[in-house]
């Protein structure tokens, strides 16, 4: 997805929940300065990591029993804090879609194995960037809710388990199996409001079903 498709609904989820774009915004040049030094991957870098079939996962309680049930296939993108579950399984993620909200001390160690790392920007999120990014130390591509600045980018997405399947579909997957996604019960996170959850993963279906392109198929269990 371009971020001319991207921005009008885009638009609707900041109106929805009355996010800021120009926190959105700031977070993503404050994300810019940290990634000076960085081994950044551009978009051949990860087009090359991607393959037809890929199986996203994401941080749903079932997740753990769906690795053992269904197993993997193709690309393995991990979601954020389901890095956690694949590296206990003994199972390195290919790339790792996160916001910094996970488990990093797992994160961190995927990448050290040779995860790409896909750390994305928005309004509440600049104290853990600050935190968390320096402590990476392999290749590294940067995203952002709002218009992308170079070299970030923006495939369209709000939470971490549909921007993964996003980044899938915009590098040329033609069948994702999704393991560890639950719409309807979040996991309880720490100072999370389950409302708001709930209202996200509703965003997060929509941004993965509703806009699956014709060719695409997708697989759930």
């Known amino acids: 997805m371009q971020f001319d498709e991207w921005e009008p609904i885009y638009a609707r989820i900041l109106a929805d929940f009355g996010f800021s774009r120009s926190e959105d915004e700031r977070s993503a040049t404050i994300l810019?300065?940290?990634?000076?030094?960085?081994?950044?991957?551009d978009e051949r870098c990860i087009s090359e990591r991607i393959g037809e079939k890929v199986t996203v996962c994401g941080d749903a309680v079932a997740l753990e029993d769906q690795l053992t049930s269904f197993g993997l296939?193709?690309?393995?993108i991990s979601a954020d804090g389901a890095t956690k579950a694949l590296m206990n399984a003994g199972i390195r993620p290919d790339i790792i879609v996160t916001d910094l909200d996970g488990d990093i001390g797992a994160q961190v160690?995927?990448?050290?194995?040779?995860?790409?790392?896909?750390?994305?920007?928005?309004?509440?999120?600049?104290?853990?960037?600050?935190?968390?990014?320096p402590r990476f130390k392999g290749r590294v591509m940067a995203t952002t809710q709002s218009r992308p600045l170079v070299p970030l980018h923006n495939?369209?997405?709000?939470?971490?388990?549909?921007?993964?399947?996003?980044?899938?579909?915009?590098?040329?997957?033609?069948?994702?199996?999704?393991?560890?996604f639950d719409f309807k019960e979040p996991r309880e996170k720490e100072g999370r409001e389950r409302a708001v959850k709930v209202r996200k993963?509703?965003?997060a279906r929509a941004l993965i079903f509703d806009l699956n392109p014709p060719g695409v198929c997708l697989s759930i269990p």
């Open 32 to 41: 810019l300065d940290l990634l000076s030094g960085k081994d950044l991957c």
């Open 73 to 76: 296939s193709g690309t393995v």
């Open 109 to 133: 160690e995927a990448v050290g194995l040779g995860a790409l790392i896909v750390i994305h920007a928005h309004g509440d999120n600049v104290e853990a960037l600050r935190n968390h990014v």
């Open 155 to 180: 495939f369209g997405g709000f939470t971490d388990g549909d921007r993964a399947v996003l980044l899938a579909r915009h590098f040329g997957a033609k069948r994702l199996r999704l393991l560890g």
């Open 201 to 203: 993963l509703e965003w």
